[in-house]
């Protein structure tokens, strides 16, 4: 039987504005759009001793976590948020002349991606040294600051406990037609492709794809995992793939009463059961990397990873003796496939994969 996660009372309802990550398909035409140059699109030049922060996380949350970093040091930060595929692009096209000293993602293949182009610089020992070292890169060039772990939700009027999958790969049974709802082009769902292709191989991943894509039917292409969220809590759709946080989010946007959605887990270690890392990262070209040292340490000290629990983004630390936001269960909770951001990657060959199965 899958395992369901019964999360405690609402928390007191916070307004915010969402992140929502763009279309894989419009990423090189948004990025060329945002490069004219090499200063942040609509935004001056930082001035002298400010750093320039290129935020793909929960735009509040990062504020708040700026906030704590500058009464503590004293340092100023200039934000330009965006989604990680664009803010990684454009990074890409400005090379060493990027403006950004700092780049904070929700996922880690992204930072892999800039490491692998020798766009990084390596982050202090002892920073590092904060987190385990599997949530890092093994290159010490880029550091992992929180965790998110990939969970089903259903709607409990549309499909039983009892229909639920233990394994990601149940999705591509035909007794899921018309069930499933996909968001293909959110980056989060990247991750769960990879990890299938490193458990099964892309020809078996390439099928369950095409297989997965045909049980969704018109429920193939969501725009992104609050829809999602919000399609499955409807009975617009059964249930879907998603990061547990979303439906946290929804659930303290709207109050339980307003979702009918629940979320079930997939058996341990199974490849669609993954722990998504957000990470961060100082740009070689950083203008200004003592500061930039200084923040990365600040977003796994035990001050800045309170702040990130106290959040309305609902992911877990990963500096041990933190707890989650108490509308969270236990981490221990959650037994997820051991796949290591290392072994992920750049996240490329999901990119691929999902491409030749027509879902991006």
Known sequence: MPVILNPPPTPRRRPRRWLRLASVLTLLATAAAAVSGCGLT????????????????????????????????????????????????QIEQEAGRSP????????????????????????HDSTVAKVARRYSATTGNWLGISGRFDVIIYNPAKIAVSQLPTSVMQLASPRYKDKLELAPAETDFWPIVTAIAHAHGQAATLTWLKAIKANAGA???????????????????????????????????TGASSLHAKLS???????????????AAILGSSHDKPAAQKFLAFLVSAAGQRVLA???????????????????????????????????????????????????
């Open 219 to 253: 429920n193939d292409n969501a725009p992104d995992n609050e829809t999602l969220v919000s399609d499955v809590s409807k009975g617009i759709a059964a249930m879907g793939l998603i990061n547990h946080y979303y439906y946290y989010r929804l659930r303290a946007e």
């Open 265 to 279: 887990l997939l058996a341990p270690r199974d490849p669609g059961y993954v722990e998504d890392i957000s990470g």
């Open 42 to 89: 609509g935004a001056a030049p930082a001035p002298a001793g400010t750093l320039v922060l290129y935020n793909a996380q929960h735009e509040q949350t990062t504020a708040d976590l700026i906030a704590a970093f500058t009464k503590q040091t004293g340092i100023k930060v200039q934000v330009k948020n965006g989604a990680e595929d664009v803010l990684t692009a």
């Open 100 to 123: 950004a000293d700092v780049f904070y993602t929700e996922n880690s293949n992204w930072l892999a991606q800039l490491d692998g182009r020798r766009l990084l610089a390596r982050v």
């Open 310 to 360: 106290r959040s309305d983004s609902f992911e877990y630390p990963l500096v041990k003796g933190v707890a989650p936001n108490a509308a969270l269960p236990p981490a221990s909770t959650f037994h997820p496939d051991p796949i290591t951001p290392a072994q992920i990657g750049t996240g490329l060959d999901a990119r691929d994969l999902l491409r030749r199965a027509g879902l991006i």
